[in-house]
């Protein structure tokens, strides 16, 4: 989207108030270590609203899903040996996936460097309208 980016206000009632939610029972080990990462970095944003929760177990998911193909292919190695040689793992492809799609979430959630930064940027700049004309 270009032009100047809408600023995003703090709906009240909106956030989950309180202690940062614990990990749902049914996410895997690795999902909710990943939780317990990233959960109260997005709570002390106060970005935890009950629509990113979704997006929350999404990327808990993707992001445990990417170390459990890790643990397998340090078990198995990388290529395995079939009738027509040796082929990269089949858990390397499910592990790209993986993290294009963590990559992804992560930027929806706010976790990527360059998003914080633009947030920064956004809340330093000033109203004047003569800096729209230099930017």
């Known amino acids: 989207m270009r032009g100047r980016k809408p600023k995003l206000k ?3 009632g909106g956030l989950t108030q309180g202690r940062c939610p614990p990990a749902p029972a049914w996410l895997t080990a690795q999902a909710k270590a990943e939780w317990r990462r990233a959960a109260p ?5 106060k970005l935890l ?4 929760l979704a997006t929350l177990e999404s990327y808990c998911i993707v992001a445990g899903l990417v170390r459990e193909l890790e643990e397998v292919m340090g078990r ?18 499910m592990q790209s996936a993986a993290m294009r799609e ?34």
Do not use: Y
């Open 102 to 135: 963590a990559r992804l979430l992560a930027t929806e959630l706010g976790f990527m460097p360059h998003r914080r930064a633009a947030k920064t940027q956004e809340e330093s700049k000033s109203d004047d309208w003569a800096d729209d004309l230099l930017a």
């Open 76 to 93: 198995d190695g990388r290529m395995i040996e079939t009738e027509d040689g040796p082929k990269p793992h089949p858990a390397f492809k």
């Open 10 to 12: 703090v709906i009240e």
């Open 41 to 45: 970095e997005i709570h002390g944003r």
């Open 49 to 52: 609203t009950p629509d990113t």
